[in-house]
């Protein structure tokens, strides 16, 4: 008799590494046979103190022990701390905290859509911004967003970067605007100085929110705190999530006081969101990051790598700080080869760019090993 397969109790929906993990340290994850992986892949951009830093690790297990939770109906001194902390640290106003980058955005949006009273949205092709229907409605992704094609927002897709095309747009009737400031996923585009200044222009002109998901480019990985800084350019909000809190759950939509003082109590909400675990965590994170040198130690090893892969299957080193992309015709089998040699690295949507988002803590042992495994990979490896 034939049986059916038994339905597995966590959903497949993602392909996972084949081995399964149970540690990490550093810019290094271990499996349960204990053999160490150098993690270029960084968690997907998340671990940007690195794996288990101990001032992290500790300011999450004193803040359990003292106060697991309590919701937005209490004040909370590490929450008004950490609402200082990162509005400083991005240079905001004020910051309405959540649990995700989707929830961040589909709250940037939101707030768009309520303070300008207009019903549409524009963004980028090649943009990626998660999963909710207002970010889906901003995704440059069919495969995700036709689905749902009926229910999302109109959005006008203007070509990411394009000084003309943005010239020609018109935004009279968008509430916002919303882009990552290096795109990721789409395989690590930049965009010139002079195009963030004409989008903020525009923005002026029109009366539309210019939103920055910073939720890759934030938290130091660029060299600077966040992409605005990298950019010179203040944007009415920004979006974080990832890093922001080393690995414990949390989102923040960071505004302006001209932002903030249109919004009204009631406005935005969330039961966890500023929880007093992801708030001890974010306070700690910007701790390491600014004692540690974490921002330097980013440009420095964006360089080092820029200088060391010159020569080798990498055509062309993409990015900025450590959201980099490595182009290589060879990239599929390349991730191959640096997995063989226990090295995470992540793909995109372009098969040709393979993406490097490690700890912004990352060791020079770690950059050497990637180095050396790069330059031994030949092309006609399978
Ligand atoms: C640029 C960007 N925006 C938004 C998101 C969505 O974040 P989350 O998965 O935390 O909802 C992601 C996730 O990969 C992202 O990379």
Not at 120 to 138: C, D, E, I, N, Q
Not at 368 to 379: E, N, Q, S
Request: proline fraction near 6%; include cysteine.
């Amino acid at each position: 008799m034939v049986t059916a397969d038994p339905t597995p109790a966590l959903l497949p929906t993602y392909a996972p590494y084949p081995f399964p993990l149970v540690r990490g340290e550093g810019d290094r994850v271990f499996d349960d046979r204990g053999q160490a992986w150098w993690d270029f892949y960084g968690g997907h951009c998340v671990c940007a103190t690195g794996h288990c830093h101990p001032t992290v690790v500790q300011a999450v297990a004193a803040q359990a022990a003292s106060l697991l939770f309590y919701s937005a109906a209490a004040a909370l001194p590490v929450r008004d701390q950490a609402a200082a902390r990162i509005t400083a640290f991005a240079g905001m106003d004020s910051v309405f905290f959540c649990n995700s980058g989707a929830e961040a955005n589909e709250n940037a949006l939101k707030v768009a859509l309520l303070l300008t009273g207009r019903k549409k949205l524009a963004a980028f092709a090649g943009g990626w911004h998660g999963r909710t229907l207002l970010a889906l409605s901003v995704t440059d992704d069919p495969k995700i967003t036709e689905p749902f094609a009926d229910q999302l927002v109109p959005t006008l897709r203007l070509p990411f970067g394009d000084l003309a095309a943005l010239a020609a747009a018109d935004f009279s009737e968008i509430a916002g605007v919303i882009l990552e400031p290096i795109q990721s996923m789409a395989g690590i585009k930049t965009a010139p100085r002079a195009w963030f200044q004409a989008l903020r222009a525009k923005c002026d002109a029109s009366g539309t929110l210019l939103i920055l998901d910073e939720i890759q480019t934030g938290m130091g990985r660029l060299g600077t705190p966040f992409a605005a800084q990298f950019y010179g350019v203040r944007p009415d909000l920004i979006t974080s999530a990832k890093g922001l809190a080393s690995g414990v759950p949390m989102g923040a939509l960071l505004m302006t006081a001209a932002v903030a003082a249109k919004l009204q109590g009631g406005d935005l909400g969330s039961t966890f969101g500023g929880g007093p675990l992801a708030c001890a965590a974010l306070l700690a994170t910007v701790d390491v990051i600014e004692s540690e040198g974490l921002m330097a130690n980013a440009s420095a090893a964006a360089a080092r790598l820029r200088e060391e892969l010159a020569g080798s299957v990498v055509t062309e080193v993409l990015g900025e700080g450590l959201l980099l992309g490595l182009r290589s015709p060879h990239a599929a089998a390349l991730k191959k080869h640096l997995l063989a040699r226990n090295l995470l690295v992540g793909g995109s949507s372009d098969p040709t760019v393979l993406r490097l988002m490690p700890p912004l803590n990352v060791s020079g042992e770690a950059l050497i090993a990637l180095i050396i495994a790069i330059h031994a990979f030949m092309p006609e490896q399978k």
